[in-house]
């Protein structure tokens, strides 16, 4: 069974500085892996997908890294902003599936960017 | 744009009503999901659908249903037989092909049951 998990749970900063997210998940046979930013009461914002055959994706501040073999995948925030506080969220898509097209989602780490 | 829409943002209902959950999407995707998502943990697929009038049970299906009898709709209906159905419902949508399989959440419906 896939299960995926992310450290830390809860995360406080101050503006400006650079930091790391981490997601693992058990099973390597993944198709892809998504990272998500969700605002309070608010649906989930695609951030980065990284498929499996790629080792990283960026977009402006944000660099997501992929390693199957060892189950692991970073998000990296650079030089991060008040605006960026939020859950941070990784799901994967299993590739062993009966049927259909089941992801399994960590419980996120909440970020709070200070001032 | 493109995008998914749910309606509506905040449903209160009694115990005991069958409620339904609105999710539509103009995205052209031939796969669609309803999430769930209690506080401190992350999203629990309830139902998914690759394709119209067919769809699939997910880890916590007990108390729900759902019809796909349009590409761009899925609604949710909770059941009385759901015993805490209080929570977000979130629904999302992706292709059903290929390699990449991104998918795209709509805003998120709070359901609260007294």
């Known amino acids: 069974k896939q299960e995926v998990t992310q450290i830390p749970a809860a995360l406080s900063v101050p503006e400006g500085e650079n930091l790391v997210l981490n997601c693992s998940f058990t099973d390597s046979a993944i198709y892809n892996l998504q990272w998500f930013r969700q605002d309070p009461g608010k649906g989930l914002t695609s951030l980065l997908l990284?498929?499996?055959?790629?080792r990283e994706q960026t977009s402006g501040r944000l660099n997501a890294s992929l390693d199957k073999s060892s189950g692991r995948s970073t998000l990296y925030i650079a030089a991060s902003q008040p605006g960026d506080s939020a859950t941070y969220l990784c799901a994967v898509k299993r590739r062993r599936d009966n049927y259909g097209q089941n992801f399994v989602f960590g419980p996120g780490t909440r970020l709070s960017v200070l001032p | 744009d493109g995008g998914i829409t749910q309606s509506p943002k905040y449903l209160f209902r009694k115990e005991g009503q069958n409620v339904t959950l609105s999710c539509e999407q103009n995205l052209n995707h031939d796969a669609m999901y309803w999430y769930r998502q209690d506080p401190g943990q992350g999203l629990r697929l309830i139902y998914y659908?690759?394709?119209?009038?067919?769809?699939q049970k997910g880890d916590i299906a007990e108390g729900y249903s759902v019809s796909r009898e349009k590409k761009e709709s899925f609604p949710l209906t909770v059941t009385s037989a759901q015993k805490n159905p209080t929570a977000f419902y979130l629904c999302a949508s992706s292709i059903s092909s290929g390699s990449s399989y991104e998918q795209y959440f709509g805003p998120g419906t709070r359901l609260t049951v007294t």
């Open positions: 990284i498929q499996s055959s790629q």
């Open positions: 659908s690759q394709i119209v009038n067919d769809f």
